[in-house]
């Protein structure tokens, strides 16, 4: 009876944890592993940031960062991201800050190269924009999945993905509560009215207008072209 209880033990301690961290390992995404890929595709991660765990239960989904790529010299991807000040970053740097090399490639079905070139020219008028805690619907600054909605939306008119409200997500789980209650006290909106209770300003919180990376990569124009999620 105490080898099995040992066995048992041995497997679900030793045995499967070995074998989680080898299939990840097995699986990880390589820059020789990627398909050819081309200006304007979109690409998401699982980022390691103090708000990744919100964004995952507030969502539903493991894509906590999105970009855009733009095609370098001698065909080197970069990603166009809004991470501190909107950037561009080498897809190999971007793949590198995620969370166990896991990376999704999709791309609009039919995007021509004149279109793509279009999408990228909106999304480096951004370049130097600081990033947005707030997640807030403008341009003073921006987060990831916004500057990808901007960029098709000005650059081709393509509106990618379904604007919601806050209210519509995931909002009631401790890590979000965790998120809301450190940065209430600096939300804009709440400041400009001069509303200092979190009851009042929780409602002005979840009327608020956002788009997330899930919303957009669910949009059903766009195909998948890589994933090993």
């Known amino acids: 009876m105490k080898i099995k209880i040992l066995v048992f033990f041995v497997t679900v301690f030793i045995l499967i944890p070995v074998s989680v961290c080898g299939y990840f390992a097995l699986t990880a995404a390589d820059m020789e592993s990627l398909p050819p890929l081309r200006d304007g595709d979109l690409v998401f991660e699982t980022t390691s940031t103090n708000q990744t765990w919100a964004i995952w239960l507030a969502t539903g989904s493991f894509y906590t960062h999105m970009g855009i790529i733009r095609m370098g010299a001698n ?18 740097d971007w793949m590198a800050r995620g969370r166990m090399w896991r990376l999704t490639i999709m791309r609009v079905r039919g995007l021509k190269p004149e279109y793509a070139r ?8 951004y370049y130097g924009k600081p990033y947005d805690p707030f997640f807030l619907f403008d341009k003073d600054k921006i987060y990831c999945s916004e500057l990808v909605y901007y960029a098709f939306k000005e650059g081709i008119g393509v509106d990618l993905g379904v604007i919601q409200t806050f209210e519509q997500l995931q909002m009631d789980n401790t890590a979000v509560q965790i998120l809301i209650y450190s940065r209430w006290k600096r939300y804009p909106p709440c400041l400009e009215k001069g509303i200092d209770l979190l009851d009042e300003c929780l409602q002005f919180m ?11 990569a669910q ?4 195909e998948t072209v890589y994933s090993n999620y």
């Open 75 to 92: 065909n080197t991807p970069y990603v166009i991201e809004a991470a501190g000040p909107v950037r561009e970053t080498p897809l190999r």
């Open 118 to 125: 279009r999408v990228l020219k909106a999304a480096m008028a």
């Open 206 to 216: 979840y009327s608020q207008q956002v788009i997330t990376p899930i919303s957009i």
């Open 219 to 222: 949009d059903p124009r766009l």
